[in-house]
């Protein structure tokens, strides 16, 4: 389990702690607009094993998370299908600020401020070890993706597209 020494209280840190999953803290150099592929850069790791955290809504304003490949996008289509829905949609940054509590470059599934659906790209659940915002930007929590989706309670989804 990671250190308590100077690592910020974010909501999803505790979260970790109170799961009692281990985790390491990566902070990083943050860079607005920089996204994953300067996260990836800055800690040495590949993009495709850092995980973005986007957030969604259906044609009914329900929002939901989805936990994508830096490398990756989410076809919104095939979300849809998925969900069974008509259509989704990213949120706007002032609403998925609104349904989290984190803003946007810094949202995590873990400590939402609303319990949100969590859905998770299926070949991230491959993974050894995924870098994941731990809830504020320029902080990822490096832990086993399994943990991560049995603490959220992800569901698998096959919704990947190269960018």
């Keep these: 389990m990671a250190r308590r020494g100077r690592l910020p209280g974010t ?5 970790l702690r109170a799961a009692g999953v ?3 803290p990566r ?13 990836a850069r800055e800690l040495g790791v590949d993009e495709h094993a850092v ?10 304003g329900r929002p939901l998370l989805v936990l994508m490949h830096g490398d990756r996008q989410v076809s919104q289509k095939a979300l849809a299908r998925a969900l069974g829905v ?15 509590g984190y803003q946007v470059g810094g949202i995590s599934p873990l ?3 609303k319990r949100l659906p969590v859905y998770v790209q299926a070949s991230v659940l491959e993974l050894e070890r ?3 915002n731990a809830g504020r930007r320029g ?14 309670q992800a569901v698998p989804v096959e919704v990947a597209q190269v960018e």
Excluded: M, N, S
Excluded at 11 to 15: K, L, Q
């Design 130 to 132: 995924i870098y994941l």
């Design 111 to 113: 400590g939402t401020r």
């Design 27 to 39: 902070p990083y150099a943050y860079q607005d607009h920089g996204g994953t592929r300067v996260a």
């Design 11 to 15: 909501p999803a840190v505790r979260a």
């Design 22 to 24: 281990e985790f390491v």
């Design 86 to 100: 008509k259509w989704v949609r990213p949120c706007e940054p002032a609403a998925a600020q609104r349904h989290t």
């Design 139 to 152: 902080l990822l929590a490096e832990l086993d993706p399994r943990e991560l989706a049995r603490l959220v």
């Design 51 to 60: 995980i973005k955290t986007l957030v969604f809504e259906d044609h009914t």
